[in-house]
């Protein structure tokens, strides 16, 4: 599948690449931000994965998937040992392709997910955004509305509803493939799907007031990437978003420490 892509190009001489990756329900543009910082020492391409944002949409949905995406997008821009960076969703994808294709990057990064299965919560969202009459809607302000039944919080709704896209002839459409993304939610919750190790250079960054990675998943994490440094931030699981400097600070200073 070709993915749709946004590029930061470098002015620095030989960048090193950096291909990132959103989690569910987001896409490559909740990372302009940092991708801004980033690209002052990197080329950076950031992704939308399958079904989400401006990629293809399929029936296929899983990290299986998801890791032919990512080695198929690199042969297709023939980048040479970038570092692979991803969060929640997007890290779990990131964690597969390492360890599926252990020569295709020099580094891994994981934002805010640990490599074992998870009870998900995101069904109540799932129900929520499926609960938006879209052949209907008039307004932006009316999906909060009826999301805010299913989802309380101001920001996550402002999240889930970027997207929302207007059609050329009148209302309203989703960028994702909601249906098939809420058939296939319990795929996104599995544990590892490929078998072995990693064995380079790999960063956990968790959010301390998050409740993604525990204390006791310090052991899955180097049982899979025995080279594993785990950092912490005060954040909630949006790491990268609450405070994108700190955070773009701390990727920088480990990746010119090795």
Same mark, same amino acid.
């Given at each position: 599948m070709k993915l749709f892509y946004?590029?930061?190009?470098?002015?620095?001489?030989? $960048?090193?690449?950096?291909? #990132?990756?959103h989690g569910l329900f987001g896409s490559c543009d909740n990372w302009l931000t940092q991708a801004k910082l980033f690209n002052q020492h990197y080329q950076v391409y950031t992704v939308d994965i399958r079904n989400h944002g401006l990629s293809p949409h399929s029936d296929d949905f899983d990290y299986t998937s998801m890791v032919k995406d990512i080695a198929e997008f690199i042969d297709d821009h023939q980048i040479h040992n970038p570092i692979i960076m991803g969060h929640?969703? =997007? =890290?779990?994808?990131?964690?597969?392709?390492? #360890? $599926?294709?252990?020569?295709?990057?020099?580094?891994? #990064?994981?934002?805010?997910?640990?490599? !074992?299965?998870?009870?998900?919560e995101h069904?109540? #969202?799932?129900? =929520?955004?499926? $609960? %938006?009459?879209?052949?209907?809607?008039?307004? !932006?302000?009316? $999906?909060?509305?009826?999301?805010? !039944?299913?989802?309380?919080?101001?920001?996550?709704r402002q999240f889930l509803l970027k997207n929302l896209q207007r059609k050329p002839e009148g209302g309203f459409s989703w960028k994702f493939n909601l249906k098939v993304i809420t058939e296939k939610l319990s795929n996104v919750g599995v544990a590892l799907q490929h078998k072995g190790t990693f064995d380079k250079p790999t960063l956990f960054i968790k959010g301390n007031r998050s409740n993604y990675?525990?204390?006791?998943?310090t052991t899955i994490i180097y049982q899979y990437f025995p080279?594993?440094? %785990?950092? =912490?931030?005060?954040?909630?699981?949006w790491v990268q978003?609450?405070?994108?400097?700190?955070?773009v600070t701390l990727v920088h200073n480990y990746l010119q420490s090795l």
């Open positions: 946004r590029e930061y190009s470098s002015a620095k001489p030989n $960048a090193p690449a950096m291909i #990132i990756m929640s969703m =997007g =890290g779990k994808a990131a964690m597969n392709f390492a #360890i $599926a294709h252990p020569n295709k990057l020099a580094c891994l #990064i994981v934002v805010d997910i640990a490599p !074992r299965a998870y009870n998900l069904y109540t #969202i799932a129900e =929520g955004l499926n $609960a %938006i009459t879209i052949d209907t809607l008039t307004s !932006r302000n009316e $999906a909060d509305e009826q999301l805010a !039944r299913f989802v309380p919080e101001a920001d996550v990675v525990k204390d006791a998943d080279q594993a440094k %785990i950092e =912490g931030m005060d954040t909630s699981h978003a609450e405070k994108p400097q700190e955070f």
